[in-house]
Protein backbone atom coordinates (compact mmCIF):
# COMPACT_ATOMS: atom_id res chain seq x y z
CA UNK A 1 0.00 0.00 0.00
CA UNK A 2 1.72 3.83 -1.06
CA UNK A 3 1.71 6.44 1.25
CA UNK A 4 -1.26 7.80 -0.36
CA UNK A 5 -3.24 4.56 0.41
CA UNK A 6 -2.69 4.47 3.71
CA UNK A 7 -3.10 8.29 4.54
CA UNK A 8 -6.17 8.15 2.67
CA UNK A 9 -7.85 5.55 4.47
CA UNK A 10 -7.18 6.81 7.09
CA UNK A 11 -8.84 10.13 6.60
CA UNK A 12 -11.98 7.88 5.30
CA UNK A 13 -12.06 6.74 8.63
CA UNK A 14 -11.72 10.00 10.02
CA UNK A 15 -14.94 10.92 7.75
CA UNK A 16 -16.96 8.29 9.27
CA UNK A 17 -16.22 8.72 13.08
CA UNK A 18 -17.14 12.45 12.83
CA UNK A 19 -19.83 11.89 10.34
CA UNK A 20 -17.99 14.87 8.42
CA UNK A 21 -18.41 16.15 4.35
CA UNK A 22 -14.52 15.75 4.17
CA UNK A 23 -11.66 15.30 5.63
CA UNK A 24 -7.95 16.79 4.41
CA UNK A 25 -4.06 16.12 5.62
CA UNK A 26 -1.66 19.26 4.59
CA UNK A 27 2.10 17.70 4.75
CA UNK A 28 5.55 19.17 3.88
CA UNK A 29 6.61 19.93 0.68
CA UNK A 30 9.92 20.78 -0.54
CA UNK A 31 8.73 23.28 -3.12
CA UNK A 32 5.93 24.86 -1.26
CA UNK A 33 6.51 24.10 2.81
CA UNK A 34 3.42 22.47 2.85
CA UNK A 35 0.87 21.10 0.30
CA UNK A 36 -2.42 18.86 0.28
CA UNK A 37 -1.07 15.48 0.54
CA UNK A 38 -4.46 13.44 0.84
CA UNK A 39 -8.22 13.61 0.77
CA UNK A 40 -11.12 12.14 1.50
CA UNK A 41 -14.46 13.73 0.69
CA UNK A 42 -17.94 12.81 -0.12
CA UNK A 43 -17.95 15.45 -3.19
CA UNK A 44 -15.23 16.06 -6.07
CA UNK A 45 -14.54 19.29 -5.42
CA UNK A 46 -11.31 19.24 -3.22
CA UNK A 47 -8.13 20.82 -4.83
CA UNK A 48 -6.01 18.06 -4.97
CA UNK A 49 -1.82 18.72 -4.24
CA UNK A 50 -2.56 22.14 -4.22
CA UNK A 51 0.03 24.45 -2.14
CA UNK A 52 -0.58 26.22 1.03
CA UNK A 53 1.42 29.38 1.72
CA UNK A 54 2.40 30.26 5.37
CA UNK A 55 -0.77 31.48 7.54
CA UNK A 56 -3.15 30.92 4.02
CA UNK A 57 -6.45 29.45 4.65
CA UNK A 58 -7.35 28.10 8.47
CA UNK A 59 -5.43 25.35 7.90
CA UNK A 60 -2.35 27.58 7.38
CA UNK A 61 -3.16 29.29 10.78
CA UNK A 62 -3.09 25.56 12.58
CA UNK A 63 0.39 25.30 10.57
CA UNK A 64 1.41 28.46 11.45
CA UNK A 65 0.46 28.70 15.29
CA UNK A 66 0.29 25.11 15.85
CA UNK A 67 -2.95 25.09 17.62
CA UNK A 68 -6.10 23.65 16.92
CA UNK A 69 -9.36 25.11 15.70
CA UNK A 70 -13.18 24.41 16.20
CA UNK A 71 -15.80 26.36 14.12
CA UNK A 72 -19.11 25.38 15.12
CA UNK A 73 -20.65 27.82 12.78
CA UNK A 74 -18.66 28.15 10.13
CA UNK A 75 -18.71 31.96 8.59
CA UNK A 76 -16.86 32.88 5.65
CA UNK A 77 -16.15 36.22 6.62
CA UNK A 78 -14.36 35.16 9.47
CA UNK A 79 -11.82 32.77 7.55
CA UNK A 80 -11.35 30.81 3.96
CA UNK A 81 -10.71 26.91 4.03
CA UNK A 82 -9.30 27.35 0.68
CA UNK A 83 -8.82 23.84 -0.10
CA UNK A 84 -12.14 23.21 -2.37
CA UNK A 85 -12.89 25.02 -5.98
CA UNK A 86 -15.78 26.29 -7.09
CA UNK A 87 -18.67 27.14 -4.73
CA UNK A 88 -18.48 24.03 -2.56
CA UNK A 89 -17.26 25.70 0.28
CA UNK A 90 -20.20 27.98 0.47
CA UNK A 91 -21.87 24.74 1.58
CA UNK A 92 -19.82 24.15 4.72
CA UNK A 93 -21.90 24.84 7.90
CA UNK A 94 -18.26 23.43 10.65
CA UNK A 95 -14.59 22.57 10.69
CA UNK A 96 -12.54 21.47 12.56
CA UNK A 97 -8.92 21.17 12.41
CA UNK A 98 -5.18 20.39 14.20
CA UNK A 99 -1.46 21.14 14.13
CA UNK A 100 0.54 17.49 13.52
CA UNK A 101 2.99 16.63 15.95
CA UNK A 102 6.46 16.93 15.16
CA UNK A 103 5.65 17.68 11.53
CA UNK A 104 4.65 21.02 9.91
CA UNK A 105 1.32 20.00 8.77
CA UNK A 106 -2.68 19.94 9.81
CA UNK A 107 -5.32 17.19 10.10
CA UNK A 108 -8.70 18.86 9.35
CA UNK A 109 -11.96 18.24 8.72
CA UNK A 110 -15.57 19.63 7.50
CA UNK A 111 -19.09 19.29 7.70
CA UNK A 112 -22.35 20.62 5.60
CA UNK A 113 -24.08 20.13 9.33
CA UNK A 114 -23.91 22.91 12.02
CA UNK A 115 -21.82 20.67 14.61
CA UNK A 116 -21.15 21.78 18.39
CA UNK A 117 -17.46 20.49 18.56
CA UNK A 118 -16.05 19.84 21.87
CA UNK A 119 -13.06 18.83 23.50
CA UNK A 120 -13.74 14.77 22.91
CA UNK A 121 -13.63 15.93 19.58
CA UNK A 122 -10.44 17.59 19.56
CA UNK A 123 -8.82 14.74 21.51
CA UNK A 124 -9.85 12.19 19.16
CA UNK A 125 -8.90 14.09 16.34
CA UNK A 126 -5.68 14.70 17.62
CA UNK A 127 -5.13 11.37 18.13
CA UNK A 128 -5.84 10.96 14.36
CA UNK A 129 -3.16 13.86 13.89
CA UNK A 130 -0.61 11.81 16.08
CA UNK A 131 -0.97 8.62 14.55
CA UNK A 132 -0.38 10.35 10.41
CA UNK A 133 2.73 12.07 11.78
CA UNK A 134 3.68 8.76 13.02
CA UNK A 135 3.36 6.99 9.43
CA UNK A 136 5.13 10.17 7.85
CA UNK A 137 8.00 9.94 10.29
CA UNK A 138 8.27 6.03 9.70
CA UNK A 139 8.32 6.35 6.17
CA UNK A 140 10.56 9.20 5.95
CA UNK A 141 12.97 7.10 7.72
CA UNK A 142 12.91 4.12 5.79
CA UNK A 143 12.84 5.67 2.63
CA UNK A 144 16.33 7.57 3.98
CA UNK A 145 17.77 4.37 5.07
CA UNK A 146 17.03 2.68 1.75
CA UNK A 147 19.03 5.11 -0.08
CA UNK A 148 21.47 5.46 2.42
CA UNK A 149 21.95 1.74 1.67
CA UNK A 150 21.83 2.16 -1.87
CA UNK A 151 24.24 4.89 -1.85
CA UNK A 152 26.44 3.45 0.12
CA UNK A 153 26.94 0.52 -2.13
CA UNK A 154 27.57 2.75 -4.99
CA UNK A 155 30.03 4.35 -3.47
CA UNK A 156 31.93 0.72 -2.73
CA UNK A 157 31.32 0.04 -6.57
CA UNK A 158 32.48 3.56 -7.67
CA UNK A 159 36.12 2.99 -5.60
CA UNK A 160 36.80 0.08 -7.93
CA UNK A 161 36.51 1.68 -10.85
CA UNK A 162 39.52 2.55 -11.46
CA UNK A 163 41.39 -0.45 -11.21
CA UNK A 164 38.78 -1.87 -13.96
CA UNK A 165 38.99 1.38 -15.84
CA UNK A 166 42.33 3.32 -15.66
CA UNK A 167 41.08 5.37 -18.67
CA UNK A 168 39.87 8.97 -17.93
CA UNK A 169 37.05 8.54 -20.60
CA UNK A 170 35.91 5.26 -19.93
CA UNK A 171 36.18 5.86 -15.98
CA UNK A 172 34.41 9.03 -16.61
CA UNK A 173 31.69 7.40 -18.19
CA UNK A 174 31.01 4.49 -15.74
CA UNK A 175 31.14 6.96 -12.70
CA UNK A 176 28.78 9.49 -13.95
CA UNK A 177 25.98 6.90 -14.59
CA UNK A 178 26.92 4.88 -11.66
CA UNK A 179 26.08 7.82 -9.33
CA UNK A 180 23.04 8.85 -11.57
CA UNK A 181 21.31 5.49 -10.96
CA UNK A 182 22.21 5.03 -7.61
CA UNK A 183 20.90 8.44 -6.66
CA UNK A 184 17.60 8.64 -8.59
CA UNK A 185 19.09 11.86 -10.05
CA UNK A 186 18.09 12.32 -13.65
CA UNK A 187 21.31 14.13 -14.28
CA UNK A 188 24.65 13.56 -13.16
CA UNK A 189 27.47 15.57 -15.09
CA UNK A 190 30.76 16.47 -14.17
CA UNK A 191 31.86 20.87 -14.76
CA UNK A 192 35.73 21.94 -15.18
CA UNK A 193 37.44 24.90 -15.64
CA UNK A 194 38.78 26.32 -18.79
CA UNK A 195 42.16 27.09 -19.70
CA UNK A 196 41.10 30.25 -20.14
CA UNK A 197 40.35 30.21 -16.08
CA UNK A 198 36.94 32.42 -16.72
CA UNK A 199 34.89 29.82 -18.18
CA UNK A 200 33.96 26.22 -17.54
CA UNK A 201 32.83 23.36 -19.94
CA UNK A 202 30.68 20.04 -19.49
CA UNK A 203 32.84 17.25 -19.82
CA UNK A 204 30.62 14.47 -19.48
CA UNK A 205 27.05 13.75 -18.62
CA UNK A 206 24.93 10.62 -17.91
CA UNK A 207 22.10 12.39 -20.04
CA UNK A 208 22.24 15.51 -22.09
CA UNK A 209 21.62 18.35 -19.76
CA UNK A 210 20.87 20.78 -23.08
CA UNK A 211 18.68 19.57 -25.96
CA UNK A 212 21.91 20.48 -27.92
CA UNK A 213 24.66 18.89 -25.54
CA UNK A 214 24.99 15.87 -28.82
CA UNK A 215 27.05 19.06 -30.73
CA UNK A 216 29.85 19.15 -28.20
CA UNK A 217 30.28 20.66 -25.33
CA UNK A 218 29.48 24.85 -24.58
CA UNK A 219 31.28 27.18 -22.48
CA UNK A 220 30.26 28.81 -19.34
CA UNK A 221 30.51 31.88 -17.06
CA UNK A 222 32.84 31.28 -13.71
CA UNK A 223 31.11 35.21 -13.20
CA UNK A 224 27.70 33.79 -13.05
CA UNK A 225 25.52 30.76 -12.10
CA UNK A 226 25.52 28.16 -9.15
CA UNK A 227 28.08 26.16 -10.49
CA UNK A 228 30.33 29.12 -11.14
CA UNK A 229 30.03 30.16 -7.27
CA UNK A 230 31.04 26.63 -6.11
CA UNK A 231 34.22 26.92 -8.54
CA UNK A 232 34.95 30.38 -6.76
CA UNK A 233 34.22 29.37 -3.22
CA UNK A 234 35.13 26.29 -2.87
CA UNK A 235 31.47 25.45 -1.46
CA UNK A 236 28.85 23.05 -2.07
CA UNK A 237 25.10 23.46 -2.73
CA UNK A 238 22.37 21.57 -2.07
CA UNK A 239 18.87 22.86 -3.47
CA UNK A 240 15.50 21.43 -3.40
CA UNK A 241 13.72 24.37 -5.41
CA UNK A 242 11.13 23.85 -8.42
CA UNK A 243 12.59 26.64 -9.85
CA UNK A 244 16.23 25.97 -10.58
CA UNK A 245 16.51 27.06 -14.00
CA UNK A 246 19.53 27.00 -17.00
CA UNK A 247 19.90 30.73 -15.81
CA UNK A 248 20.30 30.06 -12.24
CA UNK A 249 22.90 27.18 -12.75
CA UNK A 250 24.67 27.85 -15.82
CA UNK A 251 24.38 31.65 -15.66
CA UNK A 252 23.43 31.43 -19.33
CA UNK A 253 19.61 31.43 -20.53
CA UNK A 254 18.44 28.20 -21.69
CA UNK A 255 15.10 27.02 -22.44
CA UNK A 256 15.21 23.38 -21.02
CA UNK A 257 12.52 22.89 -17.98
CA UNK A 258 14.04 23.82 -14.80
CA UNK A 259 15.75 21.26 -12.05
CA UNK A 260 13.84 20.52 -8.60
CA UNK A 261 16.72 19.51 -7.25
CA UNK A 262 20.35 19.92 -6.80
CA UNK A 263 23.47 19.17 -5.74
CA UNK A 264 26.99 20.87 -6.63
CA UNK A 265 29.99 19.30 -5.04
CA UNK A 266 33.54 21.00 -5.72
CA UNK A 267 36.52 18.31 -6.80
CA UNK A 268 39.92 19.43 -4.91
CA UNK A 269 42.97 18.46 -4.68
CA UNK A 270 45.97 20.61 -4.33
CA UNK A 271 44.13 23.16 -2.68
CA UNK A 272 42.77 23.80 -5.65
CA UNK A 273 38.93 23.45 -7.23
CA UNK A 274 39.90 21.43 -10.42
CA UNK A 275 36.41 20.70 -11.31
CA UNK A 276 32.54 20.57 -9.95
CA UNK A 277 30.59 17.37 -9.86
CA UNK A 278 26.55 18.22 -10.09
CA UNK A 279 23.70 16.02 -9.72
CA UNK A 280 20.00 17.50 -10.97
CA UNK A 281 16.54 16.05 -11.36
CA UNK A 282 14.00 17.49 -13.05
CA UNK A 283 11.55 14.83 -11.36
CA UNK A 284 10.15 15.62 -7.75
CA UNK A 285 11.85 13.70 -4.89
CA UNK A 286 13.73 13.95 -1.96
CA UNK A 287 16.73 15.29 -0.87
CA UNK A 288 18.35 13.92 2.05
CA UNK A 289 21.58 14.23 4.08
CA UNK A 290 22.60 10.66 2.72
CA UNK A 291 22.39 11.91 -1.04
CA UNK A 292 24.63 14.97 0.37
CA UNK A 293 27.12 12.60 2.33
CA UNK A 294 27.61 10.43 -1.17
CA UNK A 295 28.09 13.42 -2.84
CA UNK A 296 30.59 14.29 -1.05
CA UNK A 297 32.29 10.70 -0.93
CA UNK A 298 32.04 10.71 -4.96
CA UNK A 299 33.85 13.90 -5.23
CA UNK A 300 36.47 12.91 -2.96
CA UNK A 301 36.98 9.39 -4.97
CA UNK A 302 37.20 11.45 -8.20
CA UNK A 303 39.77 13.95 -6.62
CA UNK A 304 42.12 10.79 -6.32
CA UNK A 305 41.74 9.69 -9.68
CA UNK A 306 42.26 12.78 -10.93
CA UNK A 307 45.30 13.32 -8.83
CA UNK A 308 46.45 10.06 -9.81
CA UNK A 309 46.40 10.56 -13.52
CA UNK A 310 48.43 14.03 -12.47
CA UNK A 311 51.08 12.49 -11.06
CA UNK A 312 51.61 10.27 -13.50
CA UNK A 313 51.11 12.46 -16.41
CA UNK A 314 54.21 14.52 -14.27
CA UNK A 315 56.72 11.28 -14.12
CA UNK A 316 56.04 10.61 -17.59
CA UNK A 317 57.31 14.22 -18.81
CA UNK A 318 60.18 13.68 -16.44
CA UNK A 319 60.90 10.25 -17.44
CA UNK A 320 61.09 11.65 -21.68
Given at each position: ???Q???????????N?????S????L??????????A???????V????????G??????????????????????R??L???????????????????????????L????V????????KI???F????S??????????E??T??????C????????????K???????????????S????CF?A????????????????????????????????G????W???????V??Q?????????????????P????I??????????????AL?S?????LY????????????????????????????????
Amino acid sequence: MTRQDVFSTVLQLVCNVFDSYSAVLFLPDPRSGCSLAASFSLGDSVRQGMALAPGQGLAGWIIREGKPLLISDFDRKRGVLGYYSGKAEDEIRAFLGVPLPDVMGALCLDSKKVHGFGDKDLKILSEFAALVSQLYLEREEIAENLTQTRLSQCLRRISGLARLYPKWSAYLRHFLNEAAEASGFEHCFLAVQGDAAKVFTIEGASRAVFPHDSSGPESFPLSGGMIGWVFKNNTPVYSQDAEITVQRLFGVPGGAMPFTRLICEPVCFSRRVWSVLALASREEGALYGAHKEFARGAADQMASFLETLRLKSQLAKRGQ
